[in-house]
């Protein structure tokens, strides 16, 4: 049997010719990507590089200029608020500070987004977040406050609450850098479980090891361009532009 034509990609993730400027400056010059279902990316690159416009983009919280940007085959399309709240709910993303509500318990920070989005009743929504605490090992913070618990499990609840959504990528902004160092194992271990599990994971991060051991790919940003790109081996191992041999080098 034939298979049927494929007509449409089976990426999570393009983008082609992507180009984003504040005001005359532009801080996004043409990218070009695609991420597969289950891929890990690790985007590594100075500070100012656009990596946080990039992912700020593909969660369509910055409005680009030019270029086509597509979640689940769908194009993010700005001037359209219902297909803007669609694509909100298949991409999750995760800053370095959490952002717990203060006023609602851990449980209830889990449950929020599901229930106002997608009216998810009550009782499967409990069942839910005690399910996804669990996976980030908090089961048993349900009912503590946000404020009882230490920044790496404040994150790890921000983690659990992105996953609440069902999100079809999950976008990681440096999210271990608030933390406090003894903390940030116990973040990058639940990312590494998220991976593990077939999650489709686009990270920015410092954490080179980390980012060496767990993706698939590694992404360097140089002034606004994907300035190489590849396997970590590759990228970590064998740089092959100044640009990155510098960056790396600058890192010990
Ligand atoms: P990175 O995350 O790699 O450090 P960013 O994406 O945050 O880089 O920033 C890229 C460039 O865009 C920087 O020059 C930064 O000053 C600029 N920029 C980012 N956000 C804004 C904004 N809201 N308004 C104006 N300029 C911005
Ligand atoms: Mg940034």
Same mark, same amino acid.
């Given at each position: 049997?034939?298979?049927?034509?494929?007509? @449409?990609?089976?990426? %999570?993730?393009? %983008?082609?010719?992507?180009?984003?400027? !504040?005001?005359?400056?532009?801080?996004?010059?043409?990218?070009?990507?695609?991420?597969?279902?289950?891929?890990?990316?690790?985007?590594?690159?100075?500070?100012?590089?656009?990596?946080?416009?990039?992912? &700020?983009? %593909?969660?369509?919280?910055?409005?680009?200029?030019?270029?086509?940007?597509?979640?689940?085959?769908?194009?993010?399309?700005?001037?359209?608020?219902?297909?803007?709240?669609?694509?909100?709910?298949?991409?999750?993303?995760?800053?370095?500070? !959490?952002?717990?509500?203060?006023?609602?318990?851990?449980?209830?920070?889990?449950?929020?987004?599901? &229930?106002?989005?997608?009216?998810?009743?009550?009782? /499967?929504?409990?069942?839910?977040?005690?399910?996804?605490?669990? &996976? #980030? +090992?908090?089961?048993?913070? $349900?009912?503590?406050? /946000?404020?009882?618990? =230490?920044?790496?499990?404040?994150?790890?609840?921000?983690?659990?609450?992105?996953?609440?959504?069902? /999100?079809?990528?999950?976008?990681?902004? *440096?999210?271990? @850098?608030?933390?406090?160092?003894?903390?940030? +194992?116990?973040?990058?271990?639940? #990312?590494? +479980?998220?991976?593990?599990?077939?999650?489709?994971?686009?990270?920015?991060?410092?954490?080179? =090891?980390?980012?060496?051991?767990?993706?698939?790919?590694? %992404? !360097?940003?140089?002034?606004?361009?994907?300035? *190489?790109?590849?396997?970590?081996?590759?990228? $970590?191992?064998? /740089?092959?532009?100044?640009?990155?041999?510098?960056?790396?080098?600058?890192?010990?």
């Amino acid at each position: 049997m034939q298979p049927a034509a494929k007509t @449409s990609s089976s990426a %999570i993730v393009e %983008i082609k010719g992507l180009r984003k400027s !504040f005001g005359t400056n532009e801080v996004l010059k043409g990218i070009d990507l695609e991420v597969q279902a289950g891929e890990v990316i690790a985007i590594i690159g100075k500070s100012g590089s656009g990596k946080s416009t990039l992912l &700020r983009c %593909i969660n369509g919280l910055e409005v680009f200029q030019s270029g086509t940007l597509t979640v689940d085959n769908k194009p993010l399309l700005h001037d359209n608020a219902l297909a803007m709240r669609a694509l909100r709910q298949r991409v999750g993303m995760i800053f370095q500070s !959490f952002n717990l509500f203060p006023h609602l318990t851990v449980g209830k920070n889990v449950m929020l987004a599901p &229930r106002l989005v997608k009216q998810q009743a009550e009782e /499967p929504g409990t069942a839910q977040a005690k399910k996804l605490l669990a &996976r #980030v +090992g908090l089961a048993e913070k $349900f009912d503590a406050w /946000p404020d009882q618990l =230490s920044g790496g499990q404040q994150q790890r609840v921000a983690i659990a609450r992105a996953l609440a959504m069902e /999100p079809a990528v999950l976008l990681c902004d *440096e999210i271990t @850098s608030a933390l406090d160092p003894e903390l940030v +194992g116990e973040v990058l271990r639940v #990312v590494e +479980g998220l991976a593990d599990e077939g999650m489709t994971l686009l990270m920015v991060t410092h954490e080179m =090891s980390f980012a060496r051991k767990v993706s698939n790919r590694v %992404i !360097f940003m140089h002034q606004g361009r994907v300035h *190489e790109m590849g396997p970590p081996d590759q990228l $970590f191992g064998n /740089p092959q532009t100044p640009e990155l041999k510098q960056f790396l080098s600058s890192l010990h």
